[in-house]
């Protein structure tokens, strides 16, 4: 069955870090687009961040920018999030996916991520203030 698990999140304190990792299972991320997505109660999912394939070019969203760093390692189907000076808003459930690149996998990571198939359980991350 194809599908990723994410793992790395728990409770941090505001202004800490940390890395999440996403594991693809049953099939490899060669050839897609993987993007780091959030979702707190109440609210609507929102695009985190989004990488590239061979050329590893990324998007962050605007609220991420400058605390956050996608990257992914395709020889061993994972895609990490590092996260840097959390804050109490960022608390949330953080889920991967992934689009394959010929289906313009980038403009669907960004903008429709509900296009996707290939989603994890998501492993929430909490930040205290």
């Known amino acids: 069955e194809e599908h990723f698990v994410e793992s790395g999140g728990g409770l941090v304190e505001s202004g800490g870090s940390r890395r999440l990792t996403c594991t693809a299972s049953?099939?490899?991320?060669?050839?897609?687009?993987v993007g780091w997505f959030r979702q707190a109660p109440g609210k609507e999912r929102e695009t985190v961040a989004c990488i590239g394939d061979v050329d590893e070019k990324t998007y962050y969203n605007n609220l991420v920018k400058g605390r956050f760093s996608i990257s992914r390692d395709t020889a061993e189907n994972k895609v990490y999030l590092q996260m840097n000076d959390l804050e109490p808003e960022d608390t949330a459930v953080y889920s991967c996916a992934a689009f394959p690149v010929l289906r313009g996998g980038f403009r669907l990571c960004i903008l429709n991520p509900a296009a996707s198939n290939l989603w994890g359980q998501g492993t929430q991350v909490t930040v205290s203030s």
């Open positions: 049953g099939f490899t991320l060669e050839m897609n687009v």
